[in-house]
């Protein structure tokens, strides 16, 4: 429904600098009306079985596939990354989202613990009208990642996604009515974070916040919420290290670096935007990045044969440039890119910016120490092993970090000491939704995925019995 104000926001596809929708612009009142929704429906749907919900999500999955195609074109409108890479990422991992939290409902598991003259036994509650705010750079794929345990829980959920990039979820409103889940249990509305996103954590009776975004934006969350002593999930920024020892398979980590710094035009709080390079292979590894990288085409995000398309917004776009601005006045020597690109036709007004190679800085300069969240990486070079291990450590950042090394006992090693929440070795961004992702010091409070996900969105309670 429109905002009580009638207020809207243009919605723009950066690919053309054109406006092509408006979107409601949700105030106080409107999270006020989704809230009351969701605890209107709260008991009824807290109160179907694991297997009933999870019918329910599995349903969503499968229009999920069904509707793949139209969804990944809006994706692309919307963010400005190829179509064909919210084919093959994007789309396909918001419905395994869903199927995944559908699956483990019915297998998570409450505890049992005996004492010689008693019983403890440990049950799980969903913890009743839940937040959920997602930000611009996955759309759908990390609305569904928070959504999808929440309403698997039991739940029910006031969700606002990005201003900048709605569409996808406004279509994924239809789909979840489509798919029978009764009305209030998912509420989305769309806003600014300033006004919506602060309305969601600022009500009483949300909860819990699960937020993904900018690293201000969560210490400003964490203030409000906080002393309203709201669990919180906040996955926040990074500054990823890829470290290239000696002994790495070259061409590998190469290739899977370019991937790592510029898929998605390096809009993804997991690229690797500091490759840090062994001394005795850093001319080597130098020479035959940056060829790969003059290689890559920007361009129309329609094309297939483009592998990066258009940066998400006007903003984003000049804050990316000034980086690399800053770079220079830092000492910086571009070696690829650099600059930004108008392709002819269509996309002459959108905002591309060409993937970009920088060397020559110092390990504590603002470029390499802040996150830029663009086609913007650095290569630096190490002597040694702690050398290494200081570089990548050195940020106040901590959510992942690849490894590249044949010896695992060193792999072993350097994992271990890597401020780091996720960590790769010989591999990037290869992902099991078992597993708990999340980041330390200014990446982030908490963990999602997996029977972390599930804990976050319900409460422990422990019966005690004596025989």
Request: glycine share 8%.
């Amino acid at each position: 429904m429109p905002s009580e104000s009638a207020l809207t926001i243009d919605n723009l596809d950066p690919s053309t600098g054109l406006v092509y929708s408006k979107i409601a612009r949700g105030s106080a009142t409107e999270v006020g009306q989704a809230v009351k929704a969701a605890q209107k429906a709260f008991p009824e749907w807290s109160q179907k079985s694991a297997i009933e919900r999870s019918a329910i999500l599995h349903r969503i999955a499968d229009l999920i596939a069904e509707q793949s195609q139209r969804l990944a074109a809006a994706e692309s409108k919307d963010n400005g990354k190829p179509v064909s890479l919210a084919r093959k990422i994007d789309i396909p991992r918001a419905e395994q989202n869903f199927r995944f939290f559908a699956n483990i409902i019915v297998a998570f598991e409450s505890e049992a613990h005996s004492m010689p003259d008693a019983i403890n036994y440990t049950t799980r509650k969903p913890l009743g009208v839940v937040g959920c705010i997602s930000p611009w750079n996955l759309p759908l794929y990390l609305f569904s990642w928070k959504i999808a345990p929440a309403l698997a829980a039991g739940n029910t959920v006031v969700a606002k996604p990005s201003e900048i990039t709605p569409y996808t979820a406004f279509l994924l409103s239809k789909i979840c009515q489509e798919a029978g889940l009764p009305k209030g249990v998912l509420n989305i509305v769309h806003g600014f974070g300033h006004e919506t996103g602060q309305a969601i954590v600022e009500h009483p009776d949300i909860k819990a916040i699960s937020f993904t975004g900018g690293t201000q934006t969560g210490k400003k969350i964490a203030a409000t919420a906080a002393p309203m002593f709201k669990k919180l999930s906040l996955e926040l920024g990074g500054k990823n290290p890829n470290i290239i020892f000696e002994d790495a398979d070259l061409e590998e980590a190469i290739s899977t670096s370019i991937r790592s710094s510029f898929a998605n035009q390096g809009e993804i709080c997991l690229c690797g935007s500091r490759i840090l390079i062994h001394q005795s292979i850093y001319e080597a590894f130098k020479e035959a990045f940056v060829q790969k990288v003059d290689a890559l085409k920007v361009g129309d995000p329609k094309e297939d044969s483009n592998f990066m398309g258009a940066i998400v917004s006007e903003d984003h776009y000049y804050k990316i440039l000034s980086y690399i601005q800053l770079a220079k006045e830092e000492g910086g020597v571009i070696l690829s890119g650099g600059n930004s690109l108008k392709p002819e036709g269509r996309c002459a007004n959108g905002f591309f910016i060409r993937p970009t190679v920088i060397e020559g800085l110092d390990q504590q300069c603002r470029t390499n120490t802040e996150e830029i969240f663009g086609p913007v990486v650095t290569l630096q070079p190490f002597s040694n092993e702690e050398e290494a291990i200081m570089k990548a450590n050195g940020v106040q950042y901590g959510l992942s970090a690849s490894i590249w090394t044949q010896n695992l006992q060193r792999a072993h090693r350097v994992a271990d000491q890597l401020e780091a929440g996720v960590i790769w070795v010989n591999t990037w961004l290869h992902r099991d939704l078992r597993t708990p992702f999340g980041g330390t010091k200014s990446s982030g409070v908490g963990r999602e995925g997996g029977k972390e996900a599930l804990r976050f969105f319900t409460e422990a309670k422990n019966i005690c019995i004596k025989y």
